[in-house]
């Protein structure tokens, strides 16, 4: 697993039925529709998350974020941990 500071599209789309009017014949969704729509500013996220992010689509994503876990000792999609660690530790001070 990499870093990078980009955004994926890790949900799904909800569309008026007005979304017709960007596809045109033969065109990929996410391609020049989706261009046209930034482009008019109709088109935006409803929620960000910055953090961990990883596919679970195929058994190799499943290894690989496997691999992190075991090998690494991270699991960084469990975001609630430092902040337990950090109430426990609080309580015994």
């Given at each position: 697993?990499?870093?990078?500071?980009i955004?994926?599209?890790?949900?799904?789309?909800?569309?008026?039925?007005?979304?017709?009017?960007?596809?045109k014949?033969?065109?990929?969704?996410?391609?020049?529709?989706?261009?046209?729509?930034?482009?008019?500013?109709?088109?935006?996220?409803?929620?960000?998350?910055?953090?961990?992010?990883?596919?679970?689509?195929?058994?190799?994503?499943t290894a690989?974020?496997?691999?992190?876990?075991?090998?690494?000792?991270?699991?960084?999609?469990?975001?609630?941990k430092?902040?337990?660690?950090?109430?426990v530790?609080?309580?015994?001070?």
């Open positions: 697993m990499s870093r990078a500071d955004w994926m599209n890790g949900g799904y789309f909800v569309f008026h039925n007005d979304i017709f009017k960007y596809i014949k033969g065109e990929e969704l996410v391609e020049e529709p989706f261009q046209r729509l930034i482009e008019e500013k109709q088109l935006s996220p409803t929620s960000t998350r910055r953090g961990f992010w990883a596919c679970m689509d195929t058994f190799k994503d690989a974020i496997g691999t992190i876990c075991i090998s690494r000792g991270e699991a960084p999609w469990e975001v609630w430092p902040a337990l660690n950090n109430q530790e609080l309580m015994h001070a």
